[in-house]
């Protein structure tokens, strides 16, 4: 992993380790280290390694470590059995000869030590304690990118898919953990709990041993499960693909950068990093939302007050929607991992693809009202903001992992923030102005 990817991925582990996991984006295989794989990723593939263990671990246990006893079965058949030496298994036939009713056999009967069993029990109430944990998280993450994905488009459709398969993921991982707490339970004949004492004597077969070095990394996540799975990944992991960890690392700083200026968000943000959707931001009693991947389509109104036009569909990767003069104002950041001055410039034609569906009127006139600003983000070695027209309504914010300096953005931001709070104060007075009017009629 070279630097400039592995300083982005600290980052965002810093912030948010889901923030890592491909999601709805391209992936790529990167070696990994401490801190590579997501947090959702990691139990996943925990689950899978344990309850496929499982069958294992029974199997050694029933043939290494059973208790041999034996059981008497009584049956109404001669096969493979003898005389019982109970006399109720006796009966008297027509001729009053006394026969054989039942018959008995010996057989041998395994009876399993329980005590591992409850131990794996608990090991398998650890992981089900932490999918609910993060079932709950993600759920909340998919349903709300779900929202964000009503476009009509091939790619849009294939975001759903993607989203219902991560779900999918997660309640069948939950189903492994119910079977495997089945197939504990059908191993003996009475009931059991989980105990958190590990079993003494412990067994001593080749699975057993496995599993009391994985239970290590479980009870202690923080400490081992890392580099565990760097062992059983085979020294690879899957991350987002290189532009997107960009994209998301661009977010968060863009995130700090707003709570800097003081804007708050009272919610989540990581399932809008991660998957797409809206964090609301508060300053003074005025809001602003920060659209991450908004999919604009054509002739369809965005909950954000914009649309597409011109092109079928598109979708920036930030957008900061405030109120302005004539209803919302929108302003575009684009990320790229590319320094070519042609590709940068480029991110402008959001101010000609995107438009607002309400109109503002010139001179009586009716006319279109675009974003007021469409820049992108890309790792320039500078400090200071590059203007590509002589309005600003494009440009760059150099944003280098390796060469990071909050100033750039923070200045970007601080207009936004100036227009926000101006634009919003104010229609916050014409409200409050009507409210009191109305309220005037009324009492007249």
């Given at each position: 992993?070279?630097?400039?990817?592995?300083?982005?991925?600290?980052?965002?582990?810093?912030?948010?380790?889901?923030?890592?996991?491909?999601?709805?984006?391209?992936?790529?295989?990167?070696?990994?280290?401490?801190?590579?794989?997501?947090?959702?990723?990691?139990?996943?593939?925990?689950?899978?390694?344990?309850?496929?263990?499982?069958?294992?671990?029974?199997?050694?246990?029933?043939?290494?470590?059973?208790?041999?006893?034996?059981?008497?079965?009584?049956?109404?058949?001669?096969?493979?059995?003898?005389?019982?030496?109970?006399?109720?298994?006796?009966?008297?036939?027509?001729?009053?000869?006394?026969?054989?009713?039942?018959?008995?056999?010996?057989?041998?009967?395994?009876?399993?030590?329980?005590?591992?069993?409850?131990?794996?029990?608990?090991?398998?109430?650890?992981?089900?304690?932490?999918?609910?944990?993060?079932?709950?998280?993600?759920?909340?993450?998919?349903?709300?990118?779900?929202?964000?994905?009503?476009?009509?488009?091939?790619?849009?459709?294939?975001?759903?898919?993607?989203?219902?398969?991560?779900?999918?993921?997660?309640?069948?991982?939950?189903?492994?953990?119910?079977?495997?707490?089945?197939?504990?339970?059908?191993?003996?004949?009475?009931?059991?709990?989980?105990?958190?004492?590990?079993p003494y004597p412990f067994p001593r077969s080749q699975a057993w041993t496995q599993l009391r070095v994985y239970a290590q990394q479980l009870t202690h996540p923080t400490d081992y499960l890392p580099g565990y799975l760097h062992q059983l990944l085979n020294g690879t992991a899957e991350i987002a693909d290189t532009p997107y960890l960009y994209q998301r690392w661009c977010g968060v700083k863009l995130l700090n950068s707003l709570e800097s200026l003081g804007w708050v968000s009272y919610s989540d943000p990581v399932g809008a990093l991660f998957l797409g959707g809206e964090v609301k931001l508060h300053k003074q009693g005025i809001e602003i939302s920060l659209w991450i991947e908004p999919r604009f389509s054509r002739k369809e109104s965005h909950p954000s007050?914009?649309?597409?036009?011109?092109?079928?569909?598109?979708?920036?990767?930030?957008?900061?929607?405030?109120?302005?003069?004539?209803?919302?104002?929108?302003?575009?950041?684009?990320?790229?991992?590319?320094?070519?001055?042609?590709?940068?410039?480029?991110?402008?034609?959001?101010?000609?693809?995107?438009?607002?569906?309400?109109?503002?009127?010139?001179?009586?006139?009716?006319?279109?009202?675009?974003?007021?600003?469409?820049?992108?983000?890309?790792?320039?070695?500078?400090?200071?903001?590059?203007?590509?027209?002589?309005?600003?309504?494009?440009?760059?914010?150099?944003?280098?992992?390796?060469?990071?300096?909050?100033?750039?953005?923070?200045?970007?931001?601080?207009?936004?923030?100036?227009?926000?709070?101006?634009?919003?104060?104010?229609?916050?007075?014409?409200?409050?102005?009507?409210?009191?009017?109305?309220?005037?009629?009324?009492?007249?």
């Open positions: 992993m070279n630097l400039f990817i592995q300083q982005i991925v600290d980052d965002l582990k810093d912030f948010s380790a889901e923030l890592l996991a491909p999601g709805l984006n391209a992936a790529q295989q990167v070696s990994t280290s401490i801190g590579t794989v997501a947090s959702t990723s990691s139990l996943l593939h925990a689950i899978d390694y344990l309850t496929g263990l499982i069958p294992r671990l029974i199997a050694e246990l029933e043939t290494a470590e059973a208790t041999h006893k034996f059981q008497v079965h009584y049956h109404a058949s001669p096969k493979r059995a003898k005389l019982s030496r109970r006399s109720s298994d006796y009966q008297y036939d027509k001729n009053h000869k006394l026969l054989p009713a039942r018959w008995l056999s010996i057989l041998p009967a395994t009876e399993v030590d329980t005590r591992p069993l409850r131990w794996l029990l608990y090991l398998l109430d650890l992981q089900q304690e932490e999918l609910e944990n993060i079932l709950d998280r993600n759920t909340k993450y998919i349903d709300d990118s779900l929202l964000n994905q009503q476009g009509r488009s091939d790619y849009a459709q294939n975001d759903r898919v993607t989203l219902l398969s991560m779900r999918s993921r997660l309640h069948e991982a939950q189903s492994k953990l119910e079977h495997a707490r089945v197939t504990l339970m059908r191993t003996v004949q009475h009931r059991f709990v989980a105990s958190e004492s590990l007050g914009f649309a597409c036009n011109h092109v079928e569909e598109t979708h920036p990767d930030y957008m900061i929607v405030t109120a302005g003069p004539y209803g919302v104002d929108g302003f575009i950041l684009d990320p790229t991992t590319t320094v070519d001055a042609q590709i940068r410039r480029g991110k402008g034609r959001y101010l000609n693809t995107i438009e607002t569906t309400g109109m503002a009127t010139l001179a009586g006139v009716p006319v279109v009202r675009n974003p007021l600003r469409a820049w992108s983000a890309a790792p320039l070695h500078q400090s200071h903001c590059e203007l590509d027209d002589v309005e600003g309504r494009t440009g760059t914010i150099p944003m280098h992992p390796l060469d990071w300096t909050p100033k750039p953005l923070r200045e970007w931001l601080s207009d936004i923030d100036h227009y926000a709070l101006a634009w919003g104060k104010h229609e916050r007075d014409l409200k409050q102005a009507e409210a009191e009017t109305k309220n005037i009629k009324l009492a007249a």
